[in-house]
């Protein structure tokens, strides 16, 4: 009797985990832009599209505090008046009209990408 309980408790905890690792889509520590549009057009999944837009916001931070004082700035988004969702559909576009940078970190395609598609004037 104490054998099918254990049984079926291992039965029961395999099965409530399968579906936690059937989500694992991207590797961990993957850093590379292909790793990222994976997660990113994901759009039911809505833990992924927060960390999409935390990651892009994140990285824009992180230029305007590494520019230099005084330095004229190369992205401008004020202008355009673009939202989230609309800034990552275009970042997915370009992204398959440029798939040669997946292999690069993610961090430096947006920097890329922020400016060709959003370019101070």
């Known amino acids: 009797m104490k054998t099918l309980r254990v049984s079926i408790g291992l039965v029961i ?3 409530v985990l399968l579906p936690v690792t059937s989500f694992a889509q991207v590797k961990p520590h993957d850093a590379s832009t292909a790793a990222m549009v ?3 057009k ?3 999944d809505i833990d992924a599209q ?3 837009f935390g990651f892009g916001e ?3 931070q992180a230029y305007l505090a590494s520019r230099p004082a005084g330095s004229k700035p190369s992205i401008c988004f004020a202008a355009n008046n673009h939202t989230r ?3 990552l559909d275009d970042f997915l576009k370009w992204n ?3 798939p040669q ?3 690069e970190q993610a961090a430096k395609t947006l920097i890329r990408f922020f400016k060709q598609r959003y370019p101070c004037k």
């Open 13 to 15: 905890s395999f099965l």
């Open 38 to 40: 994976e997660l990113c």
């Open 42 to 44: 994901s759009r039911n």
């Open 50 to 52: 927060n960390f999409c």
């Open 58 to 60: 994140g990285v824009y």
């Open 85 to 87: 969702e609309q800034i």
């Open 96 to 98: 398959q009209q440029n």
């Open 101 to 103: 940078f997946n292999p």
